[in-house]
Each structure stands twice: as structure tokens, then as C-alpha cells.
């Protein structure tokens, strides 16, 4: 069963606009990662947040976490058309397994 | 940088046959995951490896198999293959994870 839930599922905006989406989960973690997939390829790590962590930044991203609410979210500022891919946020346990959402598609328009 | 490689990114086989999808890894990691993707589900773990000759089942291992004979590789094997099984394989090692480009099965 899925652990992660993003929100929205689908997100559409303009060359220079910041895109926010949503991550909840169910059960404690130990970590959470969000990760970007471009059409038809794999997976690439983006961040990773650490329980104890509320925020953190890394170029252009900057997500957030509250544990409290079992929430994340993630914002990417001044979207370029690159950033158009899915983006998924995972929940890993000790053995590093990772549970993972159904992702937010974001489509960044020039 | 890190690579983990794919053996195939497109392959057809056909109903009953027994598949192989290989995945190589250059990091010497100990941990090693195999996902299917489907549209509106996400990933989810298949198997999963933390040494060689170890496993361990993920969320939906009904169906397949896998082999960890060596460190840098991770096999899996669906031990006849049947069309629920068509989607995308994603193969991972830990670290935070890195991923292949995936296999796309489609079985007929």
C-alpha cells in the first residue's frame, strides 16, 4: 500500500511561476525523499529531509516538513519548461526501503 | 557519478515465458530494490537485497523472483510471465536511492 500521497496529481504553470505540491503519510519515518522523473526514464533524487528536520533548501527547491501533520510539501521557484516531469515523495524505513506516492505531474509552459 | 544500468529499456515476451530483467550497479552498495510502475499507483517494491545471496519480499513479490550472486547485480525473474505483469521495472541501490531508466515489459 502506498504511504506517500501528493497533492495535487496534475499541475500546469508558466516559465518563471513556483510550483507547490503536497506529500502526506501514514506511519513514522525515519526520512523523507522527494524524487523527479522525466517521460520515460528513471528516477532521480532531488532532497532528502530528515525527521528532525522541518526545512530545507537545495538550489531552486526548498521542501518542508511537518511531522506533527505527517506532511510535507515541496516548492520549486521560477519553474523552468526542464522542471516539467512527475515528481514523488517516498518514506524510507532502517533498511532504506522506500514507500512512495503516485506522484504530482507538473507541466511548466513557456 | 553513480550508474545503475539496465539490461533492456523495451522488451515483449509473451505469456508463460520465463524473463529476466538484469541490473547492473558500479557503487559497491550493499542494497539493491526492484519496483514496478504503473500509471496512478506509483512504485512499488517487488524484492529487495541487502548482500549477496540475501532477500527479502517487498509489498507485491507474488509472481517473481530475484537473484543476488554477486554485489553489483540484481535479477528479476518473473518465473512465468502473465499480461498482468506488463509495466515498467525500475531497479534501484540504496543510498539515497539511485535508479535506472527502467524496463519497459510488455507481455502478450
Known amino acids: 500500500s502506498q504511504q506517500g500521497e501528493e497533492d495535487p496529481q496534475a499541475l500546469s504553470i508558466q516559465e518563471g511561476e513556483n510550483a507547490t505540491m503536497n506529500c502526506s503519510y501514514k506511519?513514522?519515518?525515519?526520512?523523507l525523499q522527494w524524487y523527479r522523473q522525466n517521460s520515460g526514464r528513471g528516477l532521480v533524487h532531488l532532497i532528502l529531509?530528515?525527521?528532525?528536520?522541518r526545512e530545507k533548501h537545495s538550489g531552486r527547491l526548498r521542501v518542508t516538513l511537518d511531522t506533527s501533520k505527517k506532511s510535507s510539501s515541496l516548492l520549486i521557484t521560477a519553474s523552468r519548461a526542464a522542471d516539467t516531469a512527475s515528481y514523488f515523495c517516498?518514506?524510507?524505513?532502517?533498511?532504506?526501503?522506500?514507500?512512495f506516492g503516485a506522484g504530482t505531474q507538473v507541466v511548466v509552459t513557456p | 557519478d553513480v550508474k545503475v544500468t539496465q539490461s533492456s529499456r523495451y522488451l515483449v515476451k509473451r505469456t508463460g515465458e520465463k524473463v529476466f530483467l538484469e541490473c547492473v550497479q558500479d557503487?559497491?552498495?550493499?542494497?539493491m530494490f526492484w519496483y514496478r510502475q504503473d500509471p496512478g499507483l506509483g512504485l512499488r517494491l517487488i524484492y529487495f537485497?541487502?548482500?549477496?545471496?540475501?532477500?527479502e519480499k517487498g509489498d507485491i513479490p507474488e509472481g517473481y523472483s530475484v537473484s543476488r550472486e554477486k554485489k553489483e547485480r540484481f535479477s528479476l525473474i518473473l518465473e512465468s510471465a502473465s499480461t498482468n505483469q506488463t509495466s515498467m521495472y525500475l531497479c534501484?541501490?540504496?543510498?539515497?536511492?539511485?535508479f535506472g531508466d527502467g524496463t519497459r515489459l510488455s507481455i502478450l
Open positions: 537485497s541487502y548482500d549477496v545471496k540475501m532477500k
Open positions: 529531509i530528515r525527521s528532525n528536520e
Open positions: 517516498a518514506t524510507d524505513d532502517s533498511w532504506g526501503k522506500l514507500q
Open positions: 557503487m559497491d552498495h550493499e542494497n
Open positions: 506511519t513514522s519515518i525515519n526520512n
Open positions: 534501484a541501490a540504496s543510498g539515497p536511492q539511485h
